[in-house]
């Protein structure tokens, strides 16, 4: 993938009808940056933030998570940068922020509860978040992990407000925000799907069990749906709604995300190159036919096969 990106065109994201879909990068550490932008990323649709926080015992400061900040936005001018609060628990533990004595800590205190639990981390980040924005030229939209309630999008969404940030989102990643995204997207700014919790959530599957690993797979067609219905709940709000999970990397599988209404992909860089390859071969009418065969399957592995042969019949 890496030789193709660096001899293709670095045309934005879209179909071949034109419909423009962003391609954003999926992004660790700042200095991940330079890279991105040399494999076409037109933006950054999840800047996780847990590098900072992973190895120390307490909350790096301000003026620490400020320095990474300022260096990311840098790298984009101009440009969106959706950067994640921490997300903290579960498959992501932090000694000084979660309890190891859960017993299902990835139905636990996490995410943005976690930061809830433990406000002051939440308000230094934005408030990092906010000063790194007023020193930089980049689009900054800012989203909360693990939201799985309406009341939860208003508490995030208000308090981000409140230290300047003009775009405030959540992350759809539990079914129950899927559910309720017109509810959900009538007050957060955007919304961004993280494929890969919503479908351990879905399937009732641990993420990181090996045993049950053939349960992950975002192809399943009560995933498929659930990211149907955050599409709509995007639509009906005229919200943005993006995909970062792993699910938007899979050529044929972005194509299925377009079609059931997601505005954005963003993915690991080294995956750009083929998925922006995939989208040119369909219009929106296409990716909306393949969309609706892998909707009818009763399982992934039909899903799959139904997208490939109603993908063939495309163009
Ligand atoms: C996801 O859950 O799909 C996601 C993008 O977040 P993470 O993998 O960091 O949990
Ligand atoms: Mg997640």
Known sequence: ARKAAASAPLTPGALKDGTAVPLLANLGKPGGAAEA???GAEGVGLFRTEFLFLSATQAPTVEEQKKSYVELLSAFPGKKVVVRALDAGADKPLAFLNDAHEENPALGLRGLRALRASEDILREQLTALAQADAETEADLWVMAPMVSTVEETTYFTELAREYGIKTAGVMVEVPSSALLADRVLQIADFASIGTNDLTQY??????LLGSVASFQDPWHPAVLRLIKATGDGGRVNGKPVGICGEAAADPLLAVVLVGLGA?????APTALADVRASLLQYTREDAERIAAAALAADDA???????????ETAG
């Not at 879905?202 to 993420?207: I, K, M, Q």
């Open 202 to 207: 879905t399937l009732a599957a641990d993420r």
């Open 37 to 39: 932008v040399e494999l």
């Open 263 to 267: 505005t954005t992909l963003s993915m």
């Open 301 to 311: 592995a039909s899903a799959r096969s139904a997208a490939q042969d109603a993908a």
